[in-house]
């Protein structure tokens, strides 16, 4: 199993840009969260889904939006990249709202 | 509020010396309680967790955590530091969600 992966790695935008992240798993796992990371600030959550179809917000979900078409499948997306989205950008899934599985990570910078 | 309070920025051991890494939460109700670590350039990996039983939990690499009802405290600990275990490690509790410590960079010296 592959588990929790994301795509791409890095990125670079400028502000205005919009570009999307892609978070896929295949452990049949029906909760899926985004969440960025910040220096000194932990992880914080953006957005999260329950299930196929189902999207709901987080801690700091302006400028981001998300969908889960498919149950192991979910995209982050930024309509108009600014520079306070700089951040390193973990996806993870879980089969409850208790253990969580993490991605490797997507480091965005905006210029 | 609920929240997660890991008070070390960082905590330096020298190997084979045992190592705490402390946290306390403020959470309503029985806390569901999670150590990850984070390896650099790498997303988090579970270490451990408690949500009901006995006080002191077990995870993996070596390491446990006591769970202290009375002092709302998670500390991580490991009897012997290896230079291995230098990491970042994130302190979380489940309410609704997960709500995660700023985290702890643990430094083990040779």
């Known amino acids: 199993n592959a588990g929790v992966t994301q795509t791409p790695k890095f990125r670079v935008l400028k502000t205005g840009q919009s570009m999307t992240l892609l978070c896929a798993q295949d452990?049949?796992?029906?909760?899926m969260y985004w969440y960025r990371q910040d220096p000194g600030m932990g992880l914080r959550l953006i957005h999260y889904?329950?299930?196929?179809?189902?999207?709901a917000k987080g801690e700091v979900p302006d400028g981001y939006n998300v969908s889960r078409l498919k149950k192991q499948n979910f995209l982050l997306g930024l309509e108009s990249a600014a520079p306070s989205q700089t951040s390193v950008y973990f996806c993870?899934?879980?089969?409850?709202?208790?253990?969580?599985?993490f991605g490797p990570g997507t480091r965005l910078t905006v210029l | 509020a609920q929240s997660v309070a890991q008070p070390e920025d960082q905590v330096n051991v020298a190997e084979g010396n045992p190592l705490t890494v402390k946290c306390t939460y403020s959470v309503s109700g029985n806390p569901y309680l999670f150590w990850y670590v984070q390896y650099p350039n790498r997303g988090l990996q579970f270490l451990l967790k408690?949500?009901?039983?006995?006080?002191l939990v077990k995870g993996s690499y070596g390491f446990e955590a006591e769970f202290n009802k009375s002092q709302t405290s998670f500390h991580l600990k490991k009897p012997s530091a290896l230079v291995s275990d230098s990491a970042l490690y994130f302190c979380?509790?489940?309410?609704?969600?997960?709500?995660f410590g700023a985290g702890t960079r643990l430094a083990v010296h040779p």
């Open positions: 979380a509790v489940v309410y609704n969600k997960l709500i």
């Open positions: 889904s329950v299930g196929e179809g189902t999207t």
């Open positions: 993870a899934s879980s089969y409850s709202e208790v253990e969580q599985f």
């Open positions: 408690y949500i009901t039983g006995d006080n």
């Open positions: 452990m049949n796992h029906e909760y």
